[in-house]
């Protein structure tokens, strides 16, 4: 019987970047943002630095790469993981209130960012003050009312999914909300791209989504009946998997003067 981990493991953003799907949608990113030699880069919410290098290298050394993360921990990995690149700097920061000039970027990166932070749309009319005009930013966010688990009882999967919407993820429908977002702010929401996550593999998808963590939690909280959870997480552990959600990718412009 595969064996699902009762925690969330500590390095899920390392390993999803490192997955087929986190490098094709990191890709598709990198390149929707248009990076040139010379351009000055803020990635907030860097985590422990995992798309920095490819900042750094798109930029060359007359750009600057700025990583901003909440989390001390992440910033101390994301300067260990930059030490080879002198135009990237990392620091510890509130989205809320970023202590960046205005008007002084010319790209800005979010990914899987504002799902989590106490107010999306304060961080994204930051992210518009701080652009250049002309500048891009883009977030990449999911909408978790998109996953989808394969299991012969759908009122299962919807309780599950219910509890992951209402209270595991704060803005837990961010991938739909961005482009208003983004033209609240005064930012000019370019082109939204969907990007779908598929797993076959229960252990893969369980390094994302936690299941045995989050299915104990749904049963505390109401959303699931204790003999309900467990047929669930075997039939998880027992069947062939198939489950998917979907990120959005928006790409946004600060109109020129």
């Known amino acids: 019987m595969t064996t699902l981990e009762e ?12 997955s087929d799907f986190g490098q094709a949608y990191k890709r598709l990113a990198l390149d929707e943002m248009a990076l040139r030699p010379g351009h000055d880069v803020l990635d907030l919410g860097c985590g422990p630095g995992a798309d ?5 290298e798109a930029v060359g050394h007359n750009g600057t790469v700025l990583g901003v993360d909440h989390d001390a921990d992440a910033v101390r990995e994301a300067l ?6 002198p135009q990237v700097a990392v620091a510890e920061g509130d989205a809320h209130k970023l202590t960046v000039e205005n008007d002084s970027l010319d790209r800005v990166h979010t990914d899987r960012v504002l799902q989590h932070v106490e107010d ?21 966010e999911p909408d978790w009312e998109t996953l989808v688990v394969d299991h012969p009882d759908n009122s299962t999967v919807a309780s599950y999914r219910a509890f992951i919407v209402d209270r595991v993820v704060r803005n837990s429908r961010i991938g739909r909300q961005l482009p208003a977002l983004c033209t609240t702010a ?4 370019s082109r ?15 390094q994302v989504f936690g299941f045995a963590r989050v299915t104990d939690r749904a049963v505390k909280a109401g959303y699931l009946k204790t003999k309900q959870a467990d047929a669930w997480l075997t039939h998880l552990r027992t069947q062939p998997f198939f489950a998917s959600a979907t990120l959005f990718l928006t790409v946004a412009e600060r109109p020129p003067r």
């Open 7 to 18: 925690n969330r493991p500590h390095d899920y953003l390392s390993r999803l970047a490192v």
């Open 52 to 56: 920095l290098p490819a900042f750094a």
């Open 80 to 85: 260990r993981a930059t030490v080879r690149w």
């Open 120 to 140: 999306p749309a304060r961080v994204v009319r930051e992210v518009c003050r701080v652009l250049k005009p002309g500048g891009i930013v883009g977030f990449a």
């Open 186 to 189: 005064g930012l000019l929401a």
């Open 192 to 206: 939204v791209v969907p990007v779908t996550a598929v797993y076959t593999d229960v252990i893969e998808a369980d």
